[in-house]
């Protein structure tokens, strides 16, 4: 089972505290990975290392990365860390919801800056880290975590987030054209229904009509995607790039 085995690589999560991001954080270190979390807030931090720390090596660095020089910061704060860096995850995100009518131009700028111009500024800064990684077999990878409502019209008004994730998709595609030369591969997760903060409120009040329009009939658990970004990060994935694999179910490609 070596093809998954991710003993001795770095990675990144942004927005590793909580969600999803904790979900992969937890995946990558039982893998084997060392793992460096990070997210605005010092204390949730502290808190996400302490929870996660049985399982491996996690380091927290806090970082707004909806900011550009905070995504500079962070990638030459690991840069003093470490030499190199095989995985980075570029999960960190915010939602909005509005009527069409209502829906305000800072719901844009919060939004973009943070689901779409992030993912971007952080690749950047991180990519010469991510080529010390690289070998010919083994590319060095990043993951963006966009979602189902980048790949289809979402039911709430959250206009800023789908256009943003769908945004995601299509950036993933551009960096695995640019990076791809340079031995980085750059996939995409689209993330269904999952029990996180973001979605908290979502599920109950129609979790059990999400989970039953489903083919799979159910929520997703921490193991599936903590299983896609293990494969996507290992020698299992090597040869995957441009890729967008969502993790719902079966709804984003069924209904």
């Known amino acids: 089972m070596d093809l998954f085995d991710l003993t001795g690589k770095v990675a990144v999560v ?26 605005r807030k010092a204390e949730a931090g502290e808190e996400a290392v302490a929870e996660l720390s049985e399982h491996g090596r996690v380091v927290s ?48 700028d919060k939004v973009l ?51 943003s994730k769908a945004g995601v998709h299509h950036l993933t595609r551009v960096l695995a054209k640019e990076l791809g030369p340079r031995g980085i591969t750059v996939n995409a997760v689209a993330p269904g ?4 903060k973001m979605m908290a409120a979502t599920l109950a009040a129609h979790g059990e009509e999400i989970a039953a329009s489903a083919p799979l009939k159910r929520i997703g658990r921490p193991d599936d995607m903590a299983g896609v970004v293990v494969y996507l990060s290992s020698r299992a994935g090597a040869y995957v790039t441009g890729a967008v694999i969502p993790v719902d179910g079966g709804r984003a490609t069924t209904l």
């Not at 030499?83 to 999960?91: D, F, G, I, P, T």
């Not at 992030?118 to 010390?132: C, S």
């Open 61 to 108: 660095i806090p970082a707004d990365v909806s900011i550009e020089a905070e995504c500079v910061r962070l990638a030459e704060e690991v840069g003093r860390r470490e030499e190199r860096l095989h995985v980075l995850v570029n999960n960190a995100g915010a939602t909005w919801g509005a009527p069409f009518e209502e829906f305000p131009a800072s719901a844009w």
């Open 113 to 163: 800056d943070l689901n779409l111009k992030a993912p971007f500024f952080l690749t950047r800064a991180f990519t010469p880290l991510l080529e010390a990684a690289a070998t010919p077999d083994d590319p060095a990878r990043v993951v963006n975590v966009g979602s189902i409502d980048g790949l289809h019209a979402p039911a709430l008004p959250t206009y800023s987030y789908s256009a």
């Open 193 to 196: 229904p999952f029990e996180s």
């Open 14 to 39: 942004t927005g590793g505290t909580r969600g999803i991001g904790l979900m992969m954080a937890r995946g990558l270190l039982q893998a084997g990975a060392s793992v460096y979390i990070s997210s």
